[in-house]
T-cell receptor, first 115, second 109 residues
């Protein structure tokens, strides 16, 4: 059973460019969340997708956008990259249900470096 | 979202039991307490989750007092491979996980 997979693993972009990161959730999961983790800090919630719609959003500018496909996979897009966008981007998948203790499974992350 | 407070760092020796305490004074009635482990350049990994009293799995134990304003993650007989950052999270589901700075545990030989 494949866990959460993210691609690419590493990426170097130039300031002002645009980037797309991809995530395939764990089998059976229908919800995908994205997090940004700067060096030495805990992950910060960007947004969450469920049923192909953004369900919840953290404190990130509109330059950060996403998409969820019918097969539950997801993309994170960042426009007009800034040096401060350099971070580890994490995707987490979970199953939305009636239970209150759903567990999130994280991928290995994509290391984005903006130069 | 309930705020959590945990020590920035802890050192231990191989074979010892490690207890990491987290304070969450503003925990809501329907909030669960979840602990994650993270190694460098990897995503966080779920360790254990609980609501009240004590929960134990093959990796760790979680102790939650009756007032639920704190919790303690207990790792029995740690090894060098347990060196990682440990995060305490409080919330109702996997909707929006709020991570603090975590506790850097360093296990020494």
């Amino acid at each position: 059973d494949a866990g959460v997979t993210q691609s690419p693993t590493h990426l170097i972009k130039t300031r002002g460019q645009q980037v797309t990161l991809r995530c395939s959730p764990k089998s059976g999961h229908d919800t995908v969340s994205w997090y940004q983790q700067a060096l030495g800090q805990g992950p910060q919630f960007i947004f969450q997708y469920y049923e192909e719609e953004e369900r919840q959003r953290g404190n990130f500018p509109d330059r950060f956008s996403g998409h969820q496909f019918p097969n539950y996979s997801s993309e994170l897009n960042v426009n007009a990259l800034l040096l401060g966008d350099s971070a580890l981007y994490l995707c987490a998948s979970s199953l939305t249900g009636e239970g209150m203790n759903t567990e999130a499974f994280f991928g290995q992350g994509t290391r984005l470096t903006v130069v | 979202l309930a705020k959590t407070t945990q020590p920035i760092s802890m050192d231990s020796y191989e074979g010892q039991e490690v207890n990491i305490t987290c304070s969450h004074n503003n925990i809501a009635t329907n909030d669960y307490i979840t602990w994650y482990q993270q190694f460098p350049s990897q995503g966080p990994r779920f360790i254990i989750q609980g609501y009240k009293t004590k929960v134990t799995n093959e990796v760790a134990s979680l102790f939650i007092p009756a007032d639920r304003k704190s919790s303690t993650l207990s790792l029995p007989r740690v090894s060098l491979s347990d060196t990682a950052v440990y995060y305490c999270l409080v919330g109702g589901s996997a909707r929006q996980l709020t991570f603090g700075s975590g506790t850097q545990l360093t296990v020494l030989p």
